[in-house]
């Protein structure tokens, strides 16, 4: 009867310690997901669009529109080339390269040990999603607008596309390396203010025209990196699916005189 006894408690001892251990996993299991959900929502708050971000860019371009039809702006144009023309600068096709210089200069830190805000892949997704946005913004404008350029050479002066990438470029430095270094995240614009500068000083635009290019290239990358959760899930569910199809395979087989085609699938 005693031996009985003990073998009930032992039965019992060893129900306990497991419906324990269920319990704990299932306790573990329950935190993680929340902890999962906690990030999700993380994530995305962190990527919402901030509406002060989008004040300055709106008072650029507003600014740059305004200058197409309002007769003292334009007179504003017309006068800062005039001051530019007497003063001779020397002309240089820097600009055409200093528009980049931001960008690079992100890819250069990061290789150099100096890390931003996201890894090479999600920084790639998002830079050359800002450099699409700021295209479909500028190219379109130019042939809708046919503006004529300070020098006469076409009508695709407004907006300016150089200060638009010029400016795209710094403000992804900024986006990248603000939370980590201030300073350091503000070292994109005076490449992008040279830019602007000299696409004037070159005769290539009116003072509009890179003011509103440099609005569009700061909305552009301030929507890169607001889109950018969206085309990473996006990306990754074609990731998964490729790997889906990657799983199964097809292969014709000749059996007794039979012809047919067999389906396999890794699971």
Same mark, same amino acid.
């Given at each position: 009867?005693?031996?009985?006894?003990?073998?009930?408690?032992?039965?019992?001892?060893?129900?306990?310690?497991?419906?324990?251990?269920?319990?704990?996993?299932?306790?573990?299991?329950?935190?993680?997901?929340?902890?999962?959900?906690?990030?999700?929502?993380? #994530? &995305?708050?962190?990527?919402?669009?901030?509406?002060?971000?989008? /004040? =300055?860019? +709106?008072?650029?371009?507003?600014?740059?529109? !305004?200058?197409?039809?309002?007769?003292?702006?334009?007179?504003?144009?017309?006068?800062?080339?005039?001051?530019?023309?007497?003063?001779?600068?020397?002309?240089?096709?820097?600009?055409?390269?200093?528009?980049?210089?931001?960008?690079?200069?992100?890819?250069?830190?990061?290789?150099? #040990? &100096?890390?931003?805000?996201?890894?090479?892949?999600?920084?790639? /997704? =998002?830079? +050359?999603?800002?450099?699409?946005?700021?295209? !479909?913004?500028?190219?379109?404008?130019?042939?809708?607008?046919?503006?004529?350029?300070?020098?006469?050479?076409?009508?695709?002066?407004?907006?300016?596309?150089?200060?638009?990438?010029?400016?795209?470029?710094?403000?992804?430095?900024?986006?990248?390396?603000?939370?980590?270094?201030?300073?350091?995240?503000?070292?994109?614009?005076?490449?992008?203010?040279?830019?602007?500068?000299?696409?004037?000083?070159?005769?290539?635009?009116?003072?509009?025209?890179?003011?509103?290019?440099?609005?569009?290239?700061?909305?552009?990358?301030?929507?890169?990196?607001?889109?950018?959760?969206?085309?990473?899930?996006?990306?990754?569910?074609?990731?998964?699916?490729?790997?889906?199809?990657?799983?199964?395979?097809?292969?014709?087989?000749?059996?007794?005189?039979?012809?047919?085609?067999?389906?396999?699938?890794?699971?």
């Amino acid at each position: 009867m005693k031996k009985q006894f003990q073998k009930k408690w032992m039965y019992l001892a060893v129900l306990i310690s497991a419906f324990s251990n269920v319990n704990a996993q299932n306790n573990k299991d329950t935190i993680t997901v929340q902890e999962t959900k906690q990030d999700s929502i993380v #994530g &995305i708050q962190q990527n919402k669009l901030n509406y002060k971000s989008l /004040i =300055i860019p +709106a008072v650029f371009i507003g600014y740059g529109v !305004a200058g197409l039809s309002m007769n003292n702006l334009r007179q504003l144009n017309i006068s800062t080339k005039t001051e530019i023309n007497e003063h001779q600068p020397g002309r240089t096709i820097l600009d055409n390269y200093t528009q980049y210089a931001p960008a690079v200069m992100v890819y250069g830190f990061n290789a150099a #040990g &100096i890390k931003g805000k996201h890894n090479l892949r999600d920084r790639t /997704i =998002i830079y +050359a999603s800002s450099q699409l946005i700021a295209a !479909a913004f500028t190219m379109p404008l130019k042939y809708l607008v046919k503006e004529e350029r300070p020098d006469g050479s076409n009508t695709l002066s407004f907006p300016s596309g150089h200060a638009a990438t010029a400016f795209s470029s710094a403000q992804f430095m900024f986006r990248e390396h603000r939370d980590t270094n201030f300073w350091l995240s503000l070292s994109g614009y005076p490449f992008a203010v040279f830019t602007g500068v000299y696409r004037m000083v070159n005769d290539k635009h009116w003072l509009g025209d890179v003011v509103a290019g440099a609005g569009f290239g700061i909305l552009s990358t301030e929507l890169a990196y607001w889109l950018f959760p969206r085309i990473d899930t996006i990306l990754k569910g074609k990731d998964k699916t490729k790997n889906k199809l990657s799983s199964i395979m097809v292969m014709p087989f000749y059996q007794n005189k039979t012809l047919g085609i067999g389906l396999g699938k890794n699971f």
